[in-house]
Each structure stands twice: as structure tokens, then as C-alpha cells.
């Protein structure tokens, strides 16, 4: 089990709680005691020590990703092997997106627009270097504090001179839910491949559905290579059709209808309504890494087109431009409606498309005597008032949208039901308490709805018991659930933080009973009792 590594010491590095599992290995967050940081340890399952091709495949992420160096790819420290067990270390990272999907479901378009920017940019490099990821996954996308993708898990990387997508036992390697249709019939791969699993990715965090499912492999490999994903705006209507357009060709069945290439892909993101401002992501996108595969752009010298861009530019100063250097020309149209004041004679009335205004009977101003015409009030939706509390580091949402962090006080249409969300982002993936939500049902116009989202972060908790086999139980004294294990079933466990009664007992000895208070500080320390046995 993979408690089994809590509050141990592997080399230098002392595991503190646990991150992920997977099929192959393990992450937790661990402490480097020479450098005293925090580090990400990944782990070789146990039941994988001594196999050549696992094992291998261990060495091969490490080396791979410490080959390709950029913002948006995961940083290697070290790797090794100390008692038969394989670790690699890496930057310690707050989540991944799978873990943000796992708590919020779907993302807001900015956001998803942000993520699929940084992970293009990061297959762009590998791809240059002749890599393919071949797993591209919410699970594989770590997050950074300033909410940037960082790509890892190079475990399925690839020389683009490979012969096909398959292992050496003819195993279609990677998840079925992200395959592409050339990796779900095992053909030959390049990059383009590894494009269309960003683009499942990208669907997946937009929406918060994968577009294809089954209830086996071979179900959803088989919707990979004939079905058509569903619209992405018939789940989240408010998605832009421009983000819609840039996923769907990413989906695309063949590789020749995709883009080219990934650079392509981070301009077409960065080009969209919804993109992030170039002065935002520019560390990244604008790295020299992405730049020098970036085909040259021919300059026209003509004097007389330089002036006029001058010109142009003088002119736009402060409006975004898409990066390909095409500039966005806005829409800029006069105020057509007359008010009072007015002495132009020839002014219309603008109304909006569609509706049939009610005209008031005109009035005439003093001023100039033209007439004033005046629109109609439309009433606005009946709103409710909503409070949310949670702790200060709480990610607050309503109907799936961050609104805020820790207190939110905001108006809400009346509506049948509004769910509304706290979630420890940073939170390990086995604490239990790091996520709460509830529905509102039932409101009316101008009540104040106030929520309380009892939210828990966790603690690793350590301890040293014998005889081997006691019985360790935490009981909550302020409700939730008891946690019991065996003491030589592992050295620490990971609990909410409170007040516990703490019981150890074993047959023969007596019982031993305390009152202990979990907190990330106490967690440091290891409770180490014998018992006094017969």
C-alpha cells in the first residue's frame, strides 16, 4: 500500500505525505534534507522492482525529460535506487490537473486557454527534439503557483524514428480515453499524435465530460477512430465557437487534418477572444526554445509600408494583437442614438436587433427643439443574495465558476438550484476533507443566503508502536470517521487536521488511550509508544 513510505527516509530524501498513485509508481511530496526543499519523489511500485522493462522504463522518463529543458516540462533532479527501490526526484508542484478536475469538473475557457498554451508550448520542444509524449493527460499536467501547465510523466516517450506506438509484447501503450485514432490502431506515431490527446485534454477541461466513453477498451478505441465527438457548446453553451473550432481540429480523425504542427497550436490559442494577454505568458510562449523552431517571417523593406505601419500602430496603441503579428482591428462604431442635445437631424435610433421597442411619445428638448426618443426599461432577473465562508486558502466556486477565495458575498439570479463549492487546492489527493459542496434550492428574490463550507486540510501523522502487531486507531472527537490499521502495516497516515482520540491495542497488553491534536506541525513529529505486554 502506498502509506507504507510515510514519515521514511529514502537516501536523503524523508517522505512526508502522499501525492498520486499510478500504474507503475507512486509520487509523494518529500523533503531533500541536504538542501532542505521540497521535492516531488516518484517511486517505483514495489511489485515492479527487479523488472528490467519497468524499471527501464523508469530511467527513460527521468533521462527524457532532463533532456528537454523548458518552463513548461518538468524539471529532474536526481534519480537512483536505494534498497531495490527506484526513485526519481523532481520540482514539487501544488496539483495537477487531474486532481483540479477531480474537485471543480470543468474550467473556465481563460483558464483551459492558458493550460493548452503551456502544453503545446511544452510538446513543441519535445517534438523538436524528436520526442512524442504518447500520454497526454489531465493526470500527466502538473500546475505551477502562477497557474501554469507544466508537463511530466515521460514514462511512454518516444523517439519519433520508432517503428510504431507498440511495446515490445504488442501492447498498445498509453489511456484509451486520450488515444488518438492512429495509437488506438497501433500505427505509426509523430507528433500529431500527441496533438490530438491535447485536444481530448482541453475538451475534457472545458467541459468536464470526455467525449468518448465505453465499458471496455476496445469500445473506446473504436469511437476514437469513427465517431464524432459532441459539440462542445451543446454541454457548456457559453464557450466561444472560436475555442470550439480550434479543439475540433485538434480531434480530427487523421493526422492531415490537424495542425501541423504544435507551435501552430500555441498561436491559434493565443489568437482567441479568450486568451491571456501576451505579456502574461510571455516567459514561456516567447522562450528562445519555442522561437527558433518558429518558421522565419519574410519583412518587407519597402519604406513607404513601414511608415504606414507606424501609422497603423499609432493609431491601435493598447489594443491585443493574436501573436502571428496580424493585428486585430477593433469594432469601433459610432453611437447612433439620439439624446437630448443632439443637433444632427439625420441621427436614427438604434434598437436592438429582434425586439419591438415601445416609443414613448416624443418630448422636445428645450434646448434645440429635436425630438428625444427614449427606450423602454426592461426589468432585470429577481437576484438572491449568497455568502460563502471557508478557510482563508479555500477556492471558492458557484455553479462550477471561481468567484473568490475564503469569503464571497454576491448576488445570484433566482434560479431552481445553485451548487456551490469549497476545495483545499493544494491538498493531498487522499484527504478526505479538502472538498466540500452543497445545492442551494429554493431561494427568492432579495433573501441572503449564508454558507458555511467546512473544509479540511490534512496532516501526516508518524508513529513508532510495538508490539508490531497493535491495532491504531484515531477516533475524531469532533465527528467524521475512525481510521484503524495494523502498526506494522505502516509507519504514518494521513488525517484531517482536529482533535483525535488516539488507541493502541493489542492482544496480551494493555490498552493504551490519549487525546493528540493533528496539525501540519505535529505531523513533523512521530508518536512512538511500547506497549506493556504479558
Known amino acids: 500500500m502506498p502509506d507504507r513510505y510515510l514519515g521514511r527516509s529514502l537516501g536523503k530524501y524523508r517522505v512526508t505525505r502522499l501525492l498520486g498513485t499510478g500504474a507503475f509508481a507512486w509520487v509523494y511530496e518529500a523533503v531533500d534534507q541536504d538542501l532542505e526543499i521540497p521535492v516531488a519523489l516518484k ?62 469538473d470543468r474550467l473556465p475557457e481563460p483558464e483551459v486557454v492558458r493550460l493548452g498554451i503551456g502544453i503545446a508550448a511544452a510538446l513543441s520542444v519535445a517534438h523538436a527534439s524528436q520526442v512524442i509524449h504518447r500520454d497526454i493527460k489531465p493526470d500527466n499536467i502538473l500546475i505551477d503557483s502562477e497557474g501554469e501547465a507544466v508537463v511530466a510523466d515521460f514514462g511512454l516517450a ?8 507498440m511495446s515490445a509484447t504488442n501492447q498498445v501503450l498509453g489511456t484509451p480515453h486520450y488515444f488518438s485514432p492512429e495509437q488506438a490502431r497501433g500505427q505509426e506515431l509523430d507528433g500529431r499524435s500527441d496533438l490530438y490527446a491535447l485536444g ?66 500555441v498561436d491559434a490559442l493565443a489568437a482567441l477572444p479568450n486568451a491571456p494577454e501576451r505579456s502574461a505568458g510571455a516567459r514561456r510562449i516567447g522562450s528562445h526554445t519555442i522561437e527558433a523552431f518558429r518558421p ?11 511608415a504606414a505601419a507606424v501609422i497603423v500602430l499609432g493609431g491601435v496603441w493598447g489594443v491585443r494583437h493574436p501573436w502571428d503579428g496580424a493585428p486585430v482591428t477593433p469594432d469601433v462604431r459610432p453611437d447612433t442614438t439620439r439624446v437630448p442635445g443632439d443637433t444632427s437631424a439625420s441621427t436614427p435610433v438604434r434598437v436592438d436587433s429582434g425586439a419591438t421597442p415601445t416609443v414613448a411619445p416624443p418630448t422636445t428638448s428645450a434646448a434645440t427643439g429635436a425630438p428625444v426618443i427614449r ?46 463549492r469549497a476545495v483545499l487546492p493544494h491538498a493531498s489527493v487522499n484527504c478526505e476533507t479538502a472538498m466540500f459542496d452543497t445545492v442551494l434550492t429554493g431561494l427568492r428574490a432579495g433573501q441572503q443566503a449564508d454558507v458555511e463550507l467546512a473544509v479540511r486540510d490534512c496532516a501526516v501523522v508518524r508513529y513508532v508502536v510495538k508490539p508490531r502487531d497493535a491495532r491504531v486507531s484515531f477516533t475524531p472527537l469532533d465527528g467524521g470517521r475512525m481510521r484503524e490499521l495494523r502498526a506494522d502495516s505502516a509507519a504514518a497516515m494521513t488525517l484531517p487536521q482536529g482533535r483525535y482520540l488516539l488507541r493502541i491495542s493489542a492482544r496480551g497488553c494493555s490498552t493504551f488511550q490519549d487525546t493528540v491534536q493533528v496539525t501540519r506541525v505535529s505531523g513533523d513529529a512521530a508518536i512512538s509508544r511500547s506497549l506493556i505486554c504479558s
Open 43 to 104: 517511486i517505483l511500485r514495489p511489485e515492479f522492482a527487479g523488472q528490467e522493462s519497468a524499471e527501464s522504463r523508469f530511467r527513460r522518463e527521468a533521462s527524457t525529460a532532463a533532456r528537454l529543458r523548458h518552463p513548461n516540462i518538468v524539471t529532474v533532479r536526481d534519480v537512483g535506487q536505494i534498497d531495490g527501490t527506484a526513485f526519481v526526484a523532481m520540482d514539487l508542484y501544488p496539483v495537477t490537473l487531474g486532481r483540479r478536475l477531480a474537485l471543480v
Open 296 to 306: 522565419p517571417t519574410t519583412i518587407r523593406r519597402w519604406w513607404w509600408v513601414g
Open 158 to 165: 518516444r523517439a519519433l524514428t520508432a517503428s510504431n506506438s
Open 375 to 420: 427606450r423602454p426599461t426592461r426589468p432585470g432577473p429577481a437576484l438572491a443574495r449568497i455568502e460563502l465562508t471557508a478557510p482563508d486558502s479555500a477556492e471558492l466556486y458557484v455553479d462550477n465558476k471561481l468567484v473568490g477565495f475564503g469569503h464571497w458575498t454576491g448576488e445570484h439570479p433566482v434560479v431552481q438550484r445553485v451548487e456551490v
Open 200 to 265: 481530448i485534454t482541453l475538451y475534457r477541461t472545458a467541459t468536464g465530460q470526455i467525449p468518448f466513453d465505453g465499458d471496455d477498451w476496445y469500445a473506446v478505441a473504436r469511437q476514437h477512430i469513427e465517431d464524432t465527438p459532441p459539440s462542445m457548446r451543446s454541454i457548456v453553451p457559453e464557450l466561444t465557437p472560436e475555442f470550439e473550432q480550434v479543439v475540433m481540429r485538434l480531434l480530427a480523425k487523421t493526422p492531415e487534418e490537424r495542425f501541423p504542427n504544435a507551435l501552430q497550436v
